[in-house]
């Protein structure tokens, strides 16, 4: 099972919007709509932020969205602030009880 | 949430095995599929495998097949993964994740994480 593909690095200023995306396959992103997104920040466990593609876990701020067209999911923060800089990674189901994580975008408070 | 607490970090020799534990809460333990995940340095997360609430199925990554053992015990309310025949590209960050009932093919909460070194 191959690692979803992310972007390296995203950049905004603050107050911006930023999307970035996270590619895979019909075996995985395409084929099953639970798509999740994770926060991490450096030396702390990941966070959950977005699941099921585009809902939010109770207590994640609104700027967070998600969504998925085919085999891309895309997570957009909007309003971006300084506490949103970290290591964001996706998450997919891939059938047959497996997972895969994306190779991680660092996202970058200008 | 209450995180699950991992066990503390452990340095092994090559060829060696590491069984790491993962305590979490006696509400959930029952009914949850407890997840491992593991980060090298400086690297992205990797799914591991998954053992299901009864303790008899598992699911692991092909990568690791053969070499991962994941068990649960449920008095104490705590999963197990045992990983032999370590090299060094298995030195990392392993966590566990919960994915609880009424929440599936999402991880969440994550333990704290336990850092294993492989070194001669």
């Not at chain 1, 639970?34 to 699941?51: C, D, E, F, N, T």
Request: with cysteine; aromatic share 10%.
């Amino acid at each position: 099972q191959s690692a979803l593909t992310q972007p390296a690095s995203v950049s905004g200023s603050p107050g911006q919007s930023i999307t970035f995306s996270c590619t895979g396959t019909t075996g995985d992103v395409g084929g099953y709509d639970y798509v999740s997104w994770y926060r991490q920040h450096p030396g702390k466990a990941p966070q959950l932020m977005i699941y099921d593609v585009s809902y939010r876990p109770s207590g994640v701020s609104d700027r967070f969205s998600g969504s998925k067209s085919g085999n891309t999911a895309s997570l957009t923060i909007s309003g971006l602030q300084a506490e949103d800089e970290a290591d964001y990674y996706c998450s997919s189901f891939a059938g047959s009880s497996s997972y895969v994580f994306g190779t991680g975008t660092k996202v970058t408070v200008l | 949430q209450v995180q699950p607490v991992q066990s503390g970090a452990e340095v092994k020799k090559p060829g060696a095995s590491v069984k790491l534990s993962c305590r979490t809460s006696g509400n959930t333990f029952s009914t949850s599929f407890m997840h491992w995940v593991r980060q090298a340095p400086g690297q992205g997360l990797e799914w591991i495998g998954l053992i299901n609430p009864n303790g008899i199925n598992t699911k692991y990554a092909q990568k690791f097949q053969g070499r991962v053992t994941m068990t649960r015990d449920t008095p104490t309310s705590t999963v197990y993964m045992e990983l032999s025949s370590l090299t060094s590209e298995d030195t990392a960050v392993y966590y566990c994740a919960e994915e609880r009932t009424g929440s599936y093919k999402r991880f969440d909460p994550w333990g704290q994480g336990t850092l294993v070194t492989v070194s001669s």
